[in-house]
């Protein structure tokens, strides 16, 4: 099993600020997923990346996947309170749906 | 649009009482799977299935136990709850692989909040 490593923990940031946190693997990673989660809910699917060094752009979100698929970075774009949540990646490496999911990032941002 | 329904949403048992946390999705995916969410620990794996009749273990099984009869349901039974199993449940369905490759998208459903005294 890999061992994913996201940071920072915690961030808290102003509104209209830019940010970058990062997801990192031990191993190579077969694709790798990204996740949000606001309080109270399910996570929801943000990308899905595959090939070594992809570039994936959702609205103010660029999500980067390393040359070596080893890790991974999103950067969020002058950031909104709606961006607040929990930023999760998962190993898509297991088959029969065995993600392994890292421990998430805490986003706060305020107003 | 139900998508993944989880019932109930919340639930306090006393230690040694068991209980099912009910699952049905609507979407016809073959891949279903439970996951425990706590702090500082992010969301475990405890079982999954890759279609009806066929279950196996996750990363933290003990405890539990699950079974899929039909597509729609996955269930999962405490059987003698310890205050270790407080925690929030999820579970997740899946369309299948994602270019051949490991899983396609989850869909969550919101979390069963589970307290044992």
């Known amino acids: 099993t890999q061992l994913l490593e996201q940071s920072p923990q915690f961030l808290s940031i102003q509104e209209g600020e830019n940010l970058t946190v990062y997801c990192n693997s031990s191993?190579?990673?077969?694709?790798l997923q990204w996740y949000r989660q606001e309080p109270g809910e399910g996570p929801v699917l943000l990308v899905t990346v595959v090939t070594g060094g992809e570039v994936k752009k959702l609205k103010r979100l660029t999500f980067q996947f390393g040359d070596a698929r080893k890790d991974s970075s999103l950067h969020i774009t002058a950031a909104q309170p709606g961006d607040t949540g929990l930023y999760l990646c998962a190993d898509n490496t297991g088959a029969n749906s065995k993600l392994t999911f890292g421990k998430g990032i805490t986003l706060s941002v305020r107003p | 649009n139900a998508g993944v329904t989880q019932t109930p949403k919340f639930q306090v048992l006393k230690t040694g009482q068991s209980m099912t946390l009910q699952c049905a999705q609507d979407m016809n995916h073959e891949y279903m799977s439970w996951y425990r969410q706590d702090p500082g620990m992010g969301l475990r794996l405890i079982h999954y299935?890759?279609?009806?009749?066929?279950?196996d273990q996750g990363e933290v099984p003990n405890g539990y136990n699950v079974s899929r009869s039909t597509t729609e349901d996955f269930p999962l039974r405490l059987l003698s709850a310890a205050p270790s199993q407080t925690s929030v449940y999820f579970c997740?369905?899946?369309?299948?692989?994602?270019?051949?490759?490991?899983?396609?998208?989850?869909?969550f459903g919101e979390g069963s909040r589970l307290t044992v005294l």
């Open positions: 299935s890759v279609g009806a009749g066929i279950t």
């Open positions: 191993s190579v990673f077969s694709s």
């Open positions: 997740a369905s899946s369309y299948g692989t994602y270019r051949g490759r490991g899983t396609g998208e989850l869909f």
